[in-house]
């Protein structure tokens, strides 16, 4: 069993390319200075070893894995050339997602349309490096060292060895929450006036979700915010729930109003991503602790389009846009039963 006080993080890569591996453990080890060591894989051989055995022994030590993946090897896909990693850093890629868990291994690919990567990749923490020289790799490396070096300190627990159920637990909700990631319009069922857009996104260390929102009126006017203070997930029943602290904003004279609540998400099966949910939410006046209120929502996940619209800080856009999908989206609630559900709450404390 594992029981150290620092982590050990491994860093595999083809032959060609090493000198991107070599470049990344200096960065890395210097970034993470004594809160971790940080090893090429293949620098741990033992003469007397074959690579599989050598590989194994590796991946029993490892805490977190980094995989170099470049274009090594040119091939042919769906009748056009492109270019693939090589086999074996794929592999090992693999065996130290099985052992360690997915959240705990990274990539560093080439920046590159023609790299061809395994659609199961998607899901795992990558950054993008356009090489232009060996010259240039400390640069280059520089921001993707830096933000690896915190996911580990932030994920690393010290003298905790993770049981089997604890990880594969770790991994279902890790799924779970790169499904649901992204911009979301949540639309109150009873309200026309008001549309909110929600930003999920995943919090590194607990990997749970973190929710950030903010509601406007027909005239793309702010009128309230609200972040998560506090989230679990149901992963079988593709459910999210969150208390959450938030405030409107001061308007015509009267003084900001803060509240808070909780919310459950509920989200529709789909194959890869989600794409539209329901849910219930309470929330109160602070000012008034008996004004709780509890009221239903639909959600639909925004377009990249519209998402750039929302950011885009231009009132005029985003109040367009918050008529075209409010009567978009009325539209496909009327009719529906819009009385607020009775809240559930999850059975585990938060």
């Given at each position: 069993m594992k029981n150290r006080e620092r982590p050990k993080v491994f860093i595999a890569s083809s032959s060609e390319g090493k000198s991107i591996a070599e470049v990344l453990r200096d960065l890395l080890q210097s970034s993470l200075k004594e809160k971790a060591d940080v090893y090429l894989w293949v620098d741990s051989f033992p003469p007397s070893d074959t690579n599989?055995?050598?590989?194994?022994?590796?991946?029993?030590?490892?805490?977190?894995?980094?995989?170099?993946?470049?274009?090594?090897?040119?091939?042919?896909?769906?009748?056009?050339?492109?270019?693939?990693?090589?086999?074996?850093?794929?592999?090992?890629?693999?065996?130290?997602?099985?052992?360690?868990?997915?959240?705990?291994?990274?990539?560093?690919?080439?920046?590159?349309?023609d790299l061809k990567l395994p659609s199961d990749l998607l899901g795992v923490n990558s950054?993008?490096?356009?090489?232009?020289?060996?010259?240039?790799?400390?640069?280059?490396?520089?921001?993707?060292?830096?933000?690896?070096?915190?996911?580990?300190?932030?994920?690393?627990?010290?003298?905790?060895?993770?049981?089997?159920?604890?990880?594969?637990?770790q991994e279902a909700s890790g799924v779970f929450c790169e499904r649901i990631k992204g911009h979301w319009w949540s639309i109150r069922n009873w309200d026309k006036r008001r549309l909110g857009f929600v930003s999920v996104d995943v919090d590194p260390p607990t990997g749970l979700p973190k929710v950030k929102g903010d509601a406007y009126d027909k005239r793309g006017q702010h009128v309230a915010h609200w972040?998560?203070?506090?989230?679990?997930?149901?992963?079988?029943?593709?459910?999210?729930?969150?208390?959450?602290?938030?405030?409107?904003?001061?308007?015509?004279?009267?003084p900001v109003e803060k509240y808070e609540g909780f919310t459950e998400y509920e989200f529709k099966e789909?194959?890869?991503?989600?794409?539209?949910?329901?849910?219930?939410?309470?929330?109160?006046?602070?000012a008034d602790p008996k004004s709780m209120r509890t009221k239903t929502l639909t959600l639909l996940r925004c377009t990249d389009k519209e998402v750039g619209k929302m950011t885009s800080g231009i009132p005029k856009?985003?109040?367009?846009?918050?008529?075209?999908?409010?009567?978009?989206?009325?539209?496909?609630?009327?009719?529906?039963?819009?009385?607020?559900?009775?809240?559930?709450?999850?059975?585990?404390?938060l």
């Amino acid at each position: 069993m594992k029981n150290r006080e620092r982590p050990k993080v491994f860093i595999a890569s083809s032959s060609e390319g090493k000198s991107i591996a070599e470049v990344l453990r200096d960065l890395l080890q210097s970034s993470l200075k004594e809160k971790a060591d940080v090893y090429l894989w293949v620098d741990s051989f033992p003469p007397s070893d074959t690579n599989i055995e050598s590989l194994e022994k590796t991946v029993e030590q490892a805490d977190f894995a980094v995989s170099v993946l470049t274009c090594d090897d040119k091939i042919e896909s769906r009748g056009g050339q492109m270019f693939a990693p090589r086999d074996n850093v794929l592999f090992e890629l693999g065996l130290f997602m099985g052992r360690i868990g997915r959240k705990r291994c990274y990539l560093i690919t080439d920046d590159r349309k023609d790299l061809k990567l395994p659609s199961d990749l998607l899901g795992v923490n990558s950054v993008a490096v356009k090489y232009t020289g060996t010259e240039n790799l400390r640069d280059e490396l520089a921001k993707p060292s830096v933000a690896i070096s915190k996911l580990i300190s932030d994920r690393w627990i010290k003298k905790k060895e993770l049981l089997p159920s604890a990880i594969a637990a770790q991994e279902a909700s890790g799924v779970f929450c790169e499904r649901i990631k992204g911009h979301w319009w949540s639309i109150r069922n009873w309200d026309k006036r008001r549309l909110g857009f929600v930003s999920v996104d995943v919090d590194p260390p607990t990997g749970l979700p973190k929710v950030k929102g903010d509601a406007y009126d027909k005239r793309g006017q702010h009128v309230a915010h609200w972040d998560s203070v506090a989230c679990c997930v149901h992963t079988n029943a593709h459910k999210v729930y969150y208390y959450f602290d938030g405030y409107h904003p001061e308007t015509r004279g009267r003084p900001v109003e803060k509240y808070e609540g909780f919310t459950e998400y509920e989200f529709k099966e789909a194959a890869d991503r989600f794409h539209s949910g329901t849910g219930v939410f309470s929330d109160r006046n602070l000012a008034d602790p008996k004004s709780m209120r509890t009221k239903t929502l639909t959600l639909l996940r925004c377009t990249d389009k519209e998402v750039g619209k929302m950011t885009s800080g231009i009132p005029k856009l985003r109040g367009d846009l918050v008529n075209e999908r409010l009567g978009d989206a009325w539209a496909s609630v009327s009719g529906k039963n819009a009385t607020p559900a009775r809240m559930r709450r999850p059975r585990s404390s938060l």
